[in-house]
Protein backbone atom coordinates (compact mmCIF):
# COMPACT_ATOMS: atom_id res chain seq x y z
CA UNK A 1 0.00 0.00 0.00
CA UNK A 2 1.56 3.03 -1.21
CA UNK A 3 -0.18 5.20 1.61
CA UNK A 4 -2.25 8.44 0.35
CA UNK A 5 -0.70 9.60 -2.59
CA UNK A 6 -1.33 13.02 -4.33
CA UNK A 7 -0.92 14.82 -7.37
CA UNK A 8 0.86 16.70 -8.82
CA UNK A 9 4.00 17.20 -6.60
CA UNK A 10 4.43 20.77 -7.71
CA UNK A 11 2.84 23.15 -9.72
CA UNK A 12 2.84 27.36 -10.74
CA UNK A 13 -0.02 29.22 -11.74
CA UNK A 14 -0.75 32.67 -12.05
CA UNK A 15 -2.91 34.71 -10.66
CA UNK A 16 -6.66 34.27 -11.47
CA UNK A 17 -6.20 31.13 -12.73
CA UNK A 18 -7.67 27.81 -11.39
CA UNK A 19 -5.75 25.01 -9.99
CA UNK A 20 -7.34 21.28 -9.41
CA UNK A 21 -5.37 18.97 -6.69
CA UNK A 22 -5.84 15.35 -6.56
CA UNK A 23 -5.81 12.52 -3.56
CA UNK A 24 -5.97 9.16 -3.65
CA UNK A 25 -6.47 8.03 0.15
CA UNK A 26 -4.72 4.73 1.38
CA UNK A 27 -6.27 1.82 0.96
CA UNK A 28 -9.98 0.77 3.07
CA UNK A 29 -10.13 4.51 3.94
CA UNK A 30 -13.28 6.46 3.26
CA UNK A 31 -13.04 9.66 4.47
CA UNK A 32 -10.58 12.77 2.89
CA UNK A 33 -9.59 15.45 4.38
CA UNK A 34 -7.63 18.63 3.20
CA UNK A 35 -5.06 21.08 4.56
CA UNK A 36 -3.35 24.15 3.79
CA UNK A 37 0.54 24.76 5.21
CA UNK A 38 1.04 28.20 4.39
CA UNK A 39 5.29 28.30 5.04
CA UNK A 40 6.06 28.53 8.60
CA UNK A 41 2.37 27.73 9.84
CA UNK A 42 0.53 24.49 10.72
CA UNK A 43 -1.69 22.73 8.70
CA UNK A 44 -4.73 24.44 8.29
CA UNK A 45 -7.93 22.73 7.49
CA UNK A 46 -10.10 23.81 4.75
CA UNK A 47 -12.61 20.53 4.30
CA UNK A 48 -13.44 16.89 4.85
CA UNK A 49 -14.96 14.55 2.38
CA UNK A 50 -17.12 11.59 3.04
CA UNK A 51 -20.21 9.67 0.79
CA UNK A 52 -19.14 12.12 -1.99
CA UNK A 53 -20.54 14.80 0.24
CA UNK A 54 -18.22 17.22 2.03
CA UNK A 55 -19.19 17.05 5.71
CA UNK A 56 -16.71 19.49 7.51
CA UNK A 57 -15.14 22.86 6.27
CA UNK A 58 -12.99 25.21 7.59
CA UNK A 59 -12.66 29.35 7.61
CA UNK A 60 -12.20 29.27 3.58
CA UNK A 61 -13.48 30.96 0.64
CA UNK A 62 -15.89 29.32 -1.60
CA UNK A 63 -13.46 29.51 -4.01
CA UNK A 64 -11.90 26.59 -2.51
CA UNK A 65 -14.54 23.48 -3.56
CA UNK A 66 -13.95 19.80 -3.33
CA UNK A 67 -15.16 16.69 -4.53
CA UNK A 68 -15.18 13.03 -3.77
CA UNK A 69 -15.43 10.57 -6.40
CA UNK A 70 -17.08 6.80 -5.56
CA UNK A 71 -13.63 5.07 -5.31
CA UNK A 72 -13.23 7.61 -2.12
CA UNK A 73 -10.32 9.85 -4.43
CA UNK A 74 -10.94 13.23 -3.78
CA UNK A 75 -9.83 16.95 -5.87
CA UNK A 76 -9.56 20.33 -4.32
CA UNK A 77 -10.24 23.30 -6.78
CA UNK A 78 -8.83 26.76 -6.29
CA UNK A 79 -10.71 29.10 -8.38
CA UNK A 80 -9.70 32.63 -8.96
CA UNK A 81 -5.65 32.51 -7.22
CA UNK A 82 -4.19 35.05 -5.50
CA UNK A 83 -0.82 34.97 -4.32
CA UNK A 84 -1.87 34.29 -0.92
CA UNK A 85 -2.98 30.53 -2.00
CA UNK A 86 0.65 29.43 -2.26
CA UNK A 87 1.27 26.95 0.34
CA UNK A 88 1.62 23.17 0.33
CA UNK A 89 -1.77 21.55 0.14
CA UNK A 90 -1.90 17.89 2.04
CA UNK A 91 -4.69 15.66 2.10
CA UNK A 92 -5.53 13.20 4.70
CA UNK A 93 -7.61 9.93 4.94
CA UNK A 94 -9.03 8.15 7.75
CA UNK A 95 -10.55 4.72 8.52
CA UNK A 96 -14.11 5.97 9.37
CA UNK A 97 -15.58 9.03 9.29
CA UNK A 98 -16.85 10.53 12.77
CA UNK A 99 -14.23 8.39 14.87
CA UNK A 100 -12.20 11.16 16.00
CA UNK A 101 -9.51 8.96 17.59
CA UNK A 102 -8.99 7.34 13.92
CA UNK A 103 -5.37 8.20 12.68
CA UNK A 104 -5.42 10.64 9.91
CA UNK A 105 -2.54 9.58 7.84
CA UNK A 106 -0.70 12.41 5.57
CA UNK A 107 0.02 12.30 1.87
CA UNK A 108 3.49 13.92 0.68
CA UNK A 109 1.82 17.17 -0.44
CA UNK A 110 1.06 19.31 -3.53
CA UNK A 111 2.96 22.86 -3.72
CA UNK A 112 1.56 25.33 -5.23
CA UNK A 113 3.06 28.40 -6.34
CA UNK A 114 0.88 31.51 -7.17
CA UNK A 115 2.64 34.37 -9.30
CA UNK B 1 -13.09 28.64 19.09
CA UNK B 2 -10.59 26.12 19.35
CA UNK B 3 -6.99 27.13 19.08
CA UNK B 4 -3.25 25.45 19.81
CA UNK B 5 -0.27 27.44 20.99
CA UNK B 6 3.46 26.06 20.74
CA UNK B 7 5.18 28.81 21.73
CA UNK B 8 8.91 27.68 20.83
CA UNK B 9 9.25 27.59 16.96
CA UNK B 10 12.59 26.24 17.74
CA UNK B 11 14.23 23.86 20.24
CA UNK B 12 17.50 22.88 20.51
CA UNK B 13 18.91 20.20 22.70
CA UNK B 14 22.36 18.01 23.39
CA UNK B 15 21.71 14.57 22.54
CA UNK B 16 20.78 13.00 25.95
CA UNK B 17 19.34 15.53 27.19
CA UNK B 18 15.63 16.07 28.37
CA UNK B 19 13.58 17.44 25.85
CA UNK B 20 9.61 19.49 26.74
CA UNK B 21 8.35 20.88 23.69
CA UNK B 22 5.25 22.90 25.06
CA UNK B 23 1.18 22.58 23.76
CA UNK B 24 -1.44 24.88 24.89
CA UNK B 25 -4.72 24.64 23.77
CA UNK B 26 -7.85 26.74 24.09
CA UNK B 27 -11.29 25.49 24.16
CA UNK B 28 -13.91 24.90 27.10
CA UNK B 29 -15.08 21.31 26.15
CA UNK B 30 -13.04 17.58 26.22
CA UNK B 31 -10.67 18.22 23.40
CA UNK B 32 -9.00 15.25 21.96
CA UNK B 33 -4.77 15.98 21.56
CA UNK B 34 -2.41 14.64 19.61
CA UNK B 35 1.29 14.95 18.46
CA UNK B 36 2.51 14.86 14.75
CA UNK B 37 5.88 14.64 13.57
CA UNK B 38 7.30 14.80 10.37
CA UNK B 39 10.66 13.87 9.84
CA UNK B 40 12.75 15.54 6.96
CA UNK B 41 11.89 14.65 3.91
CA UNK B 42 8.99 12.61 5.04
CA UNK B 43 5.43 13.12 5.32
CA UNK B 44 3.78 14.22 8.38
CA UNK B 45 2.71 11.36 10.98
CA UNK B 46 1.16 10.85 14.21
CA UNK B 47 3.05 10.43 16.93
CA UNK B 48 1.02 10.08 19.95
CA UNK B 49 -2.66 10.39 20.97
CA UNK B 50 -3.98 11.41 24.15
CA UNK B 51 -6.52 8.78 24.85
CA UNK B 52 -4.40 6.12 23.97
CA UNK B 53 -1.89 6.96 26.75
CA UNK B 54 0.92 5.57 25.23
CA UNK B 55 5.08 5.71 24.64
CA UNK B 56 5.84 5.86 21.41
CA UNK B 57 9.76 6.21 20.64
CA UNK B 58 10.48 7.09 24.19
CA UNK B 59 8.44 10.35 23.85
CA UNK B 60 5.42 10.76 26.50
CA UNK B 61 2.27 13.81 26.57
CA UNK B 62 -0.24 13.93 29.80
CA UNK B 63 -3.29 16.54 28.94
CA UNK B 64 -3.53 18.95 32.29
CA UNK B 65 -6.93 19.89 31.96
CA UNK B 66 -6.42 22.72 34.79
CA UNK B 67 -3.40 24.39 32.54
CA UNK B 68 -4.77 23.30 29.33
CA UNK B 69 -2.01 21.67 28.41
CA UNK B 70 -0.64 19.19 26.56
CA UNK B 71 3.50 19.04 26.54
CA UNK B 72 5.39 16.14 24.38
CA UNK B 73 8.26 15.40 26.89
CA UNK B 74 11.47 12.77 26.97
CA UNK B 75 14.08 12.01 29.27
CA UNK B 76 16.72 11.04 26.65
CA UNK B 77 17.02 12.75 23.29
CA UNK B 78 18.16 11.00 20.31
CA UNK B 79 19.73 12.75 17.19
CA UNK B 80 17.20 10.73 15.33
CA UNK B 81 14.34 12.64 17.04
CA UNK B 82 15.41 16.29 15.23
CA UNK B 83 12.14 16.75 13.54
CA UNK B 84 9.34 19.21 13.43
CA UNK B 85 6.50 18.82 16.24
CA UNK B 86 3.06 19.75 16.01
CA UNK B 87 0.18 19.36 18.31
CA UNK B 88 -3.25 19.02 17.15
CA UNK B 89 -7.04 18.87 18.93
CA UNK B 90 -9.81 17.85 17.87
CA UNK B 91 -12.91 19.30 19.78
CA UNK B 92 -15.33 16.32 19.10
CA UNK B 93 -19.24 16.19 19.48
CA UNK B 94 -20.13 16.75 15.58
CA UNK B 95 -16.62 18.59 15.29
CA UNK B 96 -13.97 16.14 13.50
CA UNK B 97 -11.36 19.16 12.07
CA UNK B 98 -7.87 18.86 13.29
CA UNK B 99 -6.50 22.31 14.38
CA UNK B 100 -2.67 22.68 14.51
CA UNK B 101 -0.38 24.53 16.32
CA UNK B 102 2.60 26.61 14.44
CA UNK B 103 5.13 23.86 14.67
CA UNK B 104 8.31 23.46 16.72
CA UNK B 105 11.46 22.25 15.36
CA UNK B 106 13.51 20.25 17.38
CA UNK B 107 17.43 19.99 16.64
CA UNK B 108 19.14 17.53 18.47
CA UNK B 109 22.98 17.74 18.18
CA UNK B 110 25.42 15.35 19.25
Known amino acids: DAGVTQSPTHLIKTRGQQVTLRCSPK?????VSWYQQALGQGPQFIFQYYEEEERQRGNFPDRFSGHQFPNYSSELNVNALLLGDSALYLCASSLRFGWTTDTQYFGPGTRLTVL | AQRVTQPEKLLSVFKGAPVELKCNYS??????LFWYVQYSRQRLQLLLR??SRESIKGFTADLNKGETSFHLKKPFAQEEDSAMYYCALISGGSNYKLTFGKGTLLTVNP
Open chain 2, 27 to 32: YSGSPE
Open chain 1, 27 to 31: SGHDT
Open chain 2, 50 to 51: HI
